[in-house]
């Protein structure tokens, strides 16, 4: 597909208050985007527009309230004229992170309302938008749509929907001039994945016996955000960043198959998923 410029592309990101979200919204507005700030911490988006100065609007919404999106699109195309790219981003996860038995149902449903519900209310809002200006979709989805979820299972499989939810989306908007693609992030030293580095010693030591050294390394908000410019300027279907999961994902039949079995068989991994329990 021809590059699809960003300067003065109008640019809306959820879960814009820290992480990835801002980082990415640091790096589009570099390239030239204006770039729409959402999120439920006011402040941090409120700072960042201050930071980013011109071409930026903060707007505090929740990505659970299908109104608070249909207002913020309508400030976006007040301010703006229009939304060219969404980038549906919001997330969280079980903190601290805990088995489907012992955790408590209202976690695990709001996990999943914020991090699977919260992509599709955010894309429909923002879809005719899209639609209209030829522009690109951009969701959140993780490794974790194609590793194990021990104890993060409304994460991953709030991710694994996700991914399919962009890849359905993708060939449905196939030869109308809009696009979509999904993100893959593996580790990255954010809010989320701070429990897996040293936020929760058992989750630590899970990740450390799950995972080879190479795949477990974080990596900065800001190599994700480059990577997402560079996606959505070439439309890509995928991003995948870092991209040593990218023969992971090819070979994510096999490679399942083997981790489910090294979960089944190791008794450190049992031990710890107990002492997690409690």
């Known amino acids: 597909m021809n590059m699809f410029h960003l300067q003065d592309k109008v640019v809306l990101i959820t879960g814009a208050g820290g992480g990835i979200g801002a980082a990415t919204a640091r790096a589009m507005h570099a390239v030239g985007a204006k770039v729409v700030l959402l999120d439920v911490t006011e402040n941090a988006i409120q ?8 071409r930026t609007l903060a707007i505090f919404a929740s990505v659970t309230s299908r109104e608070d999106l249909d207002r913020a699109v309508a400030r976006a195309v007040e301010t703006f004229g229009g939304i060219d790219v969404v980038f549906a981003n919001a997330g969280i996860a079980c903190d601290p992170p805990t088995t489907i038995r012992n955790m408590d149902e209202a976690t695990f449903e709001r996990v999943v309302e914020v991090d699977l519900l919260g992509v599709w209310r955010t894309v429909r809002a923002c879809l005719p938008q899209i639609c209209a200006r030829n ?5 959140t989805s993780s490794v974790y749509a194609f ?12 991710k694994a929907g996700v991914e399919m939810f962009g890849r359905s989306l993708r060939a449905e908007l196939a030869g109308t001039g ?10 990255v030293s954010t809010a989320i994945a701070k429990s897996a580095f040293g ?5 630590t030591e899970l990740v450390k016996l799950a995972y080879p050294s190479v795949l477990r390394a974080p990596i900065q908000p800001a190599r994700i955000a480059e990577a997402v410019v560079k996606g959505v300027q070439t439309r890509s279907a995928r991003i995948n960043c870092p991209r040593r999961w ?13 981790t489910d079995l090294t979960l089944d068989r190791d008794k450190r991994i049992h031990a710890l998923i107990r002492k997690m329990e409690k």
């Open 47 to 54: 700072e960042l527009a201050t930071e980013l100065g011109p």
């Open 135 to 139: 522009g690109h979709v951009l969701v």
């Open 246 to 258: 990218i023969p992971i994902s090819i070979l994510r039949g096999i490679f399942n198959l083997l």
């Open 147 to 158: 590793v194990n979820g021990v104890v993060n299972a409304p994460y991953a499989m709030s």
């Open 178 to 187: 809009a696009t979509a693609g999904v993100l893959y992030p593996g580790w």
């Open 199 to 203: 936020g929760n010693a058992e989750a």
